[in-house]
C-alpha cells in the first residue's frame, strides 16, 4: 500500500513539474478571465499571452489585460501583470501574494457624488477583502486618473514606480513610490 500511495505522489509530482512545460496556457485565458470577472465584478479580458506554473509555487503571468464593463474605455489595463502566491495560507482561506508586479498599468478611480469610489474592484466582490495580503506590488511606468465628480475635477498621477504592501486590501497599506501629481513631483 505504501509502495503505490509513494508511487502516486512520485506521478503527481512528476506531472506537476513536467505538465507546465507542455501546456498552452494562454487556451486557459477565458477560464482565467470569468473567475477574475467574477472576484473583481468586472469584465476582465486578456489579449496577450498567459503563463502559470505550480511548483514551487503557484504562480500566474499574463499579458495585455483590459478591466472594465465597457472596454472601448475600461476602467484599468495593464500591459503586464505577474502574480506569486503561497500555497499553504491559501488552502486556509486567505490569499498570500508574496510578489505582484504590474507593467504599465493606466487605471481611472471616479470618486462620485456622494463619495462612493469606483474602481477596478467592486465592492460587492464575493471574497473578504481582509483575506488579501499583499507582500510586494512593484508598479512600473503607470498613471492613474482621479475624477471627482462632485467638484467636477480630475487628476493625473503618473507612476515612475512604486513598492506596495498591504495587511488586507482594507489596509493599513504602506507605498513608497516616485510620482508625480498633474506634472508635479510629490515628495
Same mark, same amino acid.
Given at each position: @500500500?505504501?509502495?503505490?500511495? #509513494?508511487?502516486?505522489?512520485? @506521478?503527481?509530482? /512528476?506531472?506537476?513539474?513536467?505538465?507546465?512545460?507542455?501546456?498552452?496556457? $494562454?487556451?486557459?485565458?477565458?477560464?482565467?478571465?470569468?473567475?477574475?470577472?467574477? !472576484?473583481? #465584478? *468586472?469584465?476582465?479580458? =486578456?489579449?496577450?499571452?498567459?503563463?502559470?506554473?505550480?511548483?514551487?509555487? &503557484?504562480?500566474?503571468?499574463?499579458?495585455?489585460?483590459?478591466?472594465?464593463?465597457?472596454?472601448?474605455?475600461?476602467?484599468? +489595463?495593464?500591459? *503586464?501583470?505577474?502574480?506569486?502566491?503561497?500555497?499553504? &495560507?491559501?488552502?486556509? %482561506?486567505? =490569499?498570500?501574494?508574496?510578489?505582484?508586479?504590474?507593467?504599465? &498599468?493606466? #487605471?481611472? @478611480?471616479? =470618486?462620485?457624488?456622494?463619495?462612493?469610489?469606483?474602481?477596478?474592484?467592486?465592492?460587492?466582490? &464575493?471574497?473578504?477583502?481582509?483575506?488579501?495580503?499583499?507582500?510586494?506590488?512593484? =508598479?512600473? %511606468?503607470?498613471?492613474?486618473? !482621479?475624477?471627482?465628480?462632485?467638484?467636477? $475635477?480630475?487628476?493625473?498621477?503618473?507612476?515612475?514606480?512604486? *513598492?506596495?504592501?498591504?495587511?488586507?486590501? /482594507?489596509?493599513?497599506?504602506?507605498? +513608497?513610490?516616485?510620482?508625480?501629481?498633474? %506634472?508635479?513631483?510629490?515628495?
Amino acid at each position: @500500500l505504501f509502495v503505490i500511495v #509513494g508511487g502516486l505522489v512520485v @506521478l503527481l509530482l /512528476t506531472a506537476a513539474l513536467v505538465a507546465p512545460l507542455f501546456v498552452n496556457w $494562454t487556451d486557459y485565458r477565458a477560464q482565467f478571465e470569468a473567475e477574475a470577472t467574477k !472576484i473583481l #465584478g *468586472r469584465k476582465v479580458t =486578456v489579449e496577450g499571452i498567459a503563463s502559470a506554473r505550480l511548483l514551487p509555487f &503557484p504562480s500566474v503571468t499574463f499579458e495585455n489585460i483590459a478591466v472594465g464593463d465597457e472596454l472601448d474605455d475600461p476602467v484599468l +489595463t495593464a500591459g *503586464r501583470f505577474s502574480m506569486d502566491l503561497e500555497l499553504a &495560507p491559501f488552502l486556509s %482561506g486567505e =490569499v498570500l501574494i508574496f510578489d505582484m508586479r504590474l507593467d504599465q &498599468p493606466k #487605471g481611472r @478611480l471616479t =470618486v462620485h457624488e456622494d463619495g462612493t469610489i469606483d474602481w477596478a474592484l467592486r465592492p460587492d466582490s &464575493p471574497f473578504d477583502p481582509r483575506q488579501v495580503k499583499i507582500e510586494n506590488l512593484v =508598479v512600473l %511606468g503607470g498613471q492613474i486618473d !482621479i475624477v471627482d465628480e462632485a467638484f467636477g $475635477t480630475s487628476h493625473r498621477l503618473d507612476i515612475a514606480s512604486a *513598492r506596495i504592501s498591504a495587511r488586507g486590501l /482594507t489596509g493599513p497599506w504602506k507605498i +513608497t513610490s516616485e510620482l508625480t501629481a498633474d %506634472g508635479e513631483p510629490l515628495v
